[in-house]
């Protein structure tokens, strides 16, 4: 029985439609709104062209060679430049489970860090209830409103993690 094999890496261009597929199926697998949200965000559509600006990424995982996932970090639209926000963290159910929530999360935050932003904010959906349990244990605490212009509105869940601690 061979080990699976993953890597963790930058989103590539010949990623964008693996990386959007996987996204817009959460939508449906969790009964998110679809207006509001990641699914009508024009950056799902190009995700590698929407993360090659200064201080951001976006990382893709791989299992056995098939993209399964990711999660990016961007400036916070229209806010301080200080903060940063974690976007489209999503997972195909062939990875989920493994951890690689946990692991991704962490590259992000470190990756913040590198770039020298001061907090990571992030939005969410209430029914993705995994996601937010990571979210609380890598030190993210909930807001009782939006920051910035995501124009996520449909995202009813807000939390924001202090990188200088």
């Not at 992000?108 to 993705?128: M, R, T, V």
């Not at 605490?141 to 924001?160: E, Y």
Request: proline fraction near 3%; charged fraction near 25%.
């Amino acid at each position: 029985m061979s080990k699976d094999t993953i890597v963790i890496r930058e989103i590539e261009a010949n990623d964008n439609s693996v990386i959007e597929q996987v996204i817009r199926s959460c939508f449906y697998e969790f009964e998110i709104p679809l207006e509001g949200t990641a699914y009508t965000d024009p950056d799902t559509q190009n995700m590698f062209g929407a993360y090659q600006g200064e201080k951001e990424i976006y990382l893709v995982v791989e299992l056995n060679g098939e993209v399964l996932g990711g999660c990016g970090i961007k400036p916070l639209k229209d806010y301080e430049t200080e903060i940063c926000e974690i976007q489209k963290m999503y997972f195909s159910p062939k990875v989920r489970g493994k951890g690689l929530g946990r692991t991704l999360i962490q590259n992000c935050i470190k990756k913040a860090q590198d770039f020298g932003y001061k907090k990571c904010y992030l939005e969410s959906a209430p029914q993705l209830k995994a996601a937010i349990r990571i979210y609380e244990d890598n030190g993210f605490k909930h807001l009782d409103s939006a920051l910035g212009n995501t124009g996520h509105h449909a995202c009813g869940i807000w939390m924001i993690k202090d990188l200088c601690d």
